[in-house]
Structure formats: C-alpha cells, structure tokens
C-alpha cells in the first residue's frame, strides 16, 4: 500500500545523469546485503518521480552479494572467459553462482550455476547476455536473448530467455545503505521472457535503480521485479530486493535534503 507522507512543492532539479563504463565498479572483495521481499506490493512505476526512498524497508530475508575470482566455485570450468563469479545467497533461494565480465563498455554474464531439486546444474548462455551497455543515460536501450540446456533428473531442460531494457528515469534514491545520504540514480526497466520445453512460458518486468559506483556485481541498489504475466504498472511484486550494507561506496548527493529539493516521496513498501 502507498503511503506517501511528504511532497513539497518546488522545482524539482534537472539535470541529465550518464553512467559510464567506470562508475561499473566491480572488483573481487566487494560485498553487499540485500533485504529480500519475496511478495508484496509498491505504489508502481511513475514517470514523474525524481525522488524514490526506500530507506525504511525492513521484514524480508537477508540475501547477501559477494563478487569473487571464478575459480574453485561451482561450474567455473564452463566459462572460461568469466572474470568474476558472483555469489548469491538468500535464504528464500539455493546459492547462485553467476559468472561474468567487463567487454569494452559491457558487463557481459556468460552464465550461472545452481543446485535444484538436490541436483547441480550449469546454464550456459549462447551467445552471452549484455546486462549493461555503457555509457547509458535516459532514453537508451539495449537487448540480448540466448538460449541454454541442461539436465534435471536425467530430462533435457531447453531454455529461451530475452532481455530488453531500457532507461526510463533519473533522479536520487535512499536506501538503508546510504544513511541519511541520497544517491544519484538510473531507473531501468527490464521485460524479460523465458519459456522452455517443459511448459514454462511467462514474461515478467523489473525495475532497478542503479547507482554510480554502487553496483554488488551485476546487481543494483534497488530491484522491484513483478508477477509473471503483470503490466509495466504492476503494483504487487514476485521479488524485491533493497540495498542495506556494501563496501561499494557510491558518492552522496550532498546538501540536498527535504528542505532544499523537490518531488520527495516517503513510502512504505
């Protein structure tokens, strides 16, 4: 349920925010936790938002982000290019191993690798996906569909997934990692398909707000991804995901507060 408790009316700023290829700062070491809502409901998507505060979030699971050297972790003979593997552990979720690199100006994922149903399994992606294309800023959009197989109690499992995503806001975002700081943000909106050869045929949106020097791997501050089937104004949510600790350290925006700058909106999600 929304809950907006302040909105004051000034102007609020403009200005154009582009991500370049250096604020991706992944390197092995950076770690970062996540509260974890698997279900719930947000105000949905406004285009007209500059402001988004999610800093109050509390009650989801504890999932944790740590990018580290491929090598010894579970399917990493299989990517042979990887420069890093991301390791992923929820309680909600088995461990997840996602495997990628910095091409030129793309975060590239080869794949990843899971256990399901007590069994370890291994996708991966033909061709590879470009989760990030650099420089981005308002307006840019990019794409990748791939395909990838494996096996599940002795049965083929053929998957097709697409991703296409594209920047659709700008502004600031607090979360319980910055403190009392605000970070400039990206807002980007992902409609992903995946079907497969069991029956599985669903198309999902997410939204994510991204944070110069502020990315968990291939991950950002903020992840709000909706039921299977949902509209891009969906208000109830399969998956959220909020930053509360990182050893990434984007830079704050500094003397703008409620009092100086536009558009605040408190909410309750």
Request: proline share 6%; aromatic share 14%.
């Amino acid at each position: 349920m929304r809950m907006t408790f302040l909105a004051l009316l000034v102007p609020a700023l403009a200005f154009a925010l582009t991500l370049v290829i250096g604020d991706f700062n992944v390197e092995v070491g950076l770690t970062a936790s996540y509260d974890h809502s698997p279900g719930g409901t947000w105000a949905g998507w406004d285009p007209l938002d500059d402001s988004w505060d999610f800093s109050a979030v509390s009650g989801g699971n504890a999932a944790t982000v740590t990018v580290e050297a491929p090598a010894g972790h579970p399917g990493a003979t299989s990517f042979p290019s990887a420069q890093y593997c991301e390791v992923f552990n929820s309680p909600a979720m088995e461990a997840q191993y996602s495997y990628f690199a910095v091409n030129g100006g793309n975060a590239v994922q080869y794949g990843w690798n899971t256990t399901a149903m007590g069994e370890a399994i291994t996708a991966v992606f033909a061709p590879s996906r470009n989760v990030f294309v650099f420089p981005m800023t308002v307006g840019d959009s990019w794409s990748s569909s791939y395909n990838y197989n494996y096996e599940l109690m002795g049965l083929p499992v053929n998957c097709q997934e697409s991703h296409n995503a594209s920047v659709v806001g700008e502004g600031r975002v607090k979360v319980p990692a910055s403190g009392a700081d605000w970070w400039y943000c990206l807002v980007f909106m992902d409609y992903s398909t995946y079907a497969d050869n069991w029956g599985t045929n669903e198309a999902r949106y997410t939204y994510t707000w991204a944070v110069p020097s502020g990315f968990a791997g291939l991950n950002e501050a903020v992840a709000i991804q909706s039921n299977a089937g949902a509209a891009p104004s969906f208000t109830a949510y399969d998956n959220r995901f909020v930053v509360t600790q990182t050893t990434a350290t984007p830079d704050p925006w500094v003397s703008l507060n409620a009092d100086t700058w536009g558009g605040i909106k408190s909410a309750n999600w």
